[in-house]
């Protein structure tokens, strides 16, 4: 392991522009389950409910939807940054950290102190709330007073729409703007890290690949095995608070 941390801290020295590029595994450390492990979301729901037109075509979905939602919601909140969101920060003070594409809704990136402007967050944020129909935009504290009340589905004052958390859901189209952003960082970048993710979920996952073929170096620090393990010039298989931590501390 201690080899492993000492060929990351240099990998780290070395680069010149790092793009990190998070998932879930980031966060559980924080208290927050991500979806794949044992224990994590889909142990407990079954993701087919969750599907973008299940949830636009049938309100019984919807109701499980916030229901999901509302529990998974509290728990980010009250949710602080780990050891490794901290360790992000001290690289964007470093000068080096381009951006942070983060698949997590969770906010965690913010609240440890990173720039707004450097954390793209590609599958949204579940802490605003939008009408589909008439895109009018509500804070999520104000949506979970409403639930909080006795309501099942909220929809929107001005005209009756159905809201929905502004995260992306499977089947749901991805934030092209925020996709271009991820890209060209993706292009520019010299080192890019993995931090907790599975890297099966796409388009996602074609950050780091996009990465890997401009000609950047890959560090992945993940607990179980990833598709793209074998493009890695580093992999470490460990929890990713210590991993990190350490590299950056060293
Ligand atoms: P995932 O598919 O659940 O994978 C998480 C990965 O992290 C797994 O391979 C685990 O082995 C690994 N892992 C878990 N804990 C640790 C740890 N402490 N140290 C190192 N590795 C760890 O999650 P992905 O992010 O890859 O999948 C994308 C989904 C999950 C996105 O749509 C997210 O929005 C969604 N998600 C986000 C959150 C959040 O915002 N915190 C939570 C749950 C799911």
């Not at 009408?131 to 004052?157: A, F």
Request: net charge negative.
């Amino acid at each position: 392991m201690d080899s492993l941390i000492a060929k990351g801290a240099e990998l780290i020295q070395e680069a010149e522009k790092i793009l990190v590029f998070s998932g879930a595994g980031l966060s559980t450390e924080s208290g927050i389950p991500d979806f794949r492990s044992p224990g994590g979301v889909w142990s407990k729901y079954d993701p087919s409910d969750f599907y973008f037109d299940k949830f636009i075509s049938d309100e019984k979905a919807r109701v499980k939807y916030w229901q999901m939602s509302t529990e998974f919601y509290q728990t980010m909140k009250d949710a602080v940054p780990n050891r490794a969101h901290m360790a992000i920060k001290a690289l964007e003070d470093t000068g080096k950290l381009i951006a942070v594409v983060t698949q997590n809704i969770d906010r965690l990136h913010h609240k440890a102190g990173n720039s707004p402007d450097k954390i793209i967050e590609i599958h949204g944020t579940a802490f605003s709330v939008s009408c589909l129909s008439c895109g009018k935009s509500y804070d999520r504290d104000d949506i979970q007073e409403r639930i909080g009340s006795g309501v099942k589905v909220p929809s929107c004052d001005d005209c009756s729409g159905i809201l929905k958390p502004d995260t992306i859901s499977f089947g749901q189209a991805m934030p092209q703007d925020k996709m271009a952003q991820a890209m060209t960082h993706a292009r520019e970048c010299d080192l890019c890290i993995v931090l907790g993710s599975s890297l099966v979920v796409y388009p996602a996952a074609s950050v780091p690949v996009n990465a890997v073929e401009s000609g950047a170096k890959l560090m992945i620090i993940n607990s179980d095995e990833t598709p793209l393990d074998s493009t890695a010039e580093l992999v470490v298989h460990e929890s990713v608070s210590q991993a990190l931590g350490d590299m950056v501390e060293m």
